[in-house]
């Protein structure tokens, strides 16, 4: 018989999935059409791949030979296609949860100077969903280190982590911690706050920041939409604030926190739309984007340099130009 990519990725999903019916979610296929299909190709090699039961398949020792050169076909048959599909892709299309730099869309331009790169700032909870039903190329979206984006475990998404940063305390000039080293509990119990809104991306770093740092739930004297206007509030109303430190402005002062959160910003992109050069290129330009920013930050950047474990995905930055 005439093997096809779409008979390996079949097979590729369902052992992966360890069983039929999550494979059949994954592919947005009908159980009974991805048993069906399954059953005419188990015909055509001869027996059956897997053994089904109430808890699931594993494989026979038919598919103990067939299924892991079934898996790799479907590997680099994606792997093949999206590499084409790169190299033929005329626009790339960027979401950022936050506001985006010109500077951060060049760097982005820089990896694939052939194609047109359009960004656009969209919800964190679009985000995920957006890019996996081709809305975007890609996005780069905020996630706690220690809990995986819950959506990627339901969509065909894949993820690479281009930066993780602290989170810290921003003060306005001139404040009594402006200069101080790590601050804890005792030094900012009696601050005022400007937190943010509840939908902003931020806010889930943010409370447990605050799970830690301050006792109980602090009030807000108001809530933002995002880094700029939260700066804003600190700089005219005096107030404090947690960020992370490339969300500051230069018109406050930014304070290390003793046990500090930190916040990964990820690339996320649809398995198989971008080749692997292409996601190499991609995080090395950003990566280094972040860096050439940090640097404008005095503060952060001595700080990235004084702890380079903290930041090993740009490691090799903070002793480069």
Known sequence: ???ELRHARLVAAIASA?????AATQLNLP?????????????EFGGELFVRSHSGVVPTPLGERLIPMLVDLARRGDALIAEVAAQ?????????????????RDAIAASLPAV?????????????????????????????PDREPADLTKMPLSTAVVVREPVWLAVPPGHPLAEQGPVGPAEVGSLDWVRYARGHW?????????????????AAV???????????WVRDAKVAALTVPTGATKDVSLVPVAGAHHCEMLLVWRTGSLSRATLVTLLENLRRYYCDYARTIPRFWSWMVAHPEDFREVQRFLTTG
Not at 33 to 39: D, E, F, N, P, V
Not at 90 to 104: C, F, I, M, S, Y
């Open 1 to 3: 018989m005439r093997v």
């Open 202 to 218: 931020f806010h889930d770093h943010e409370e447990a920041a605050f799970a830690d740092l301050v006792e109980g739930r602090p």
């Open 116 to 144: 047109e790169v359009q960004t656009e700032t969209v919800d964190p909870a679009d985000a995920m969903s957006a890019v996996a039903e081709g809305l975007l190329t890609l996005a780069l979206v905020p996630s706690s």
């Open 88 to 104: 033929n892709t005329e626009t790339l299309r960027v979401g950022n949860v936050e506001w985006t730099p010109p500077t951060l």
């Open 18 to 22: 360890g069983s039929i019916s999550s």
């Open 222 to 232: 108001h809530r933002v939409r995002g880094h700029h206007e939260a700066m804003s």
């Open 31 to 43: 159980q009974p059409a991805l048993s069906s299909q399954l059953r005419r190709l188990e015909r």
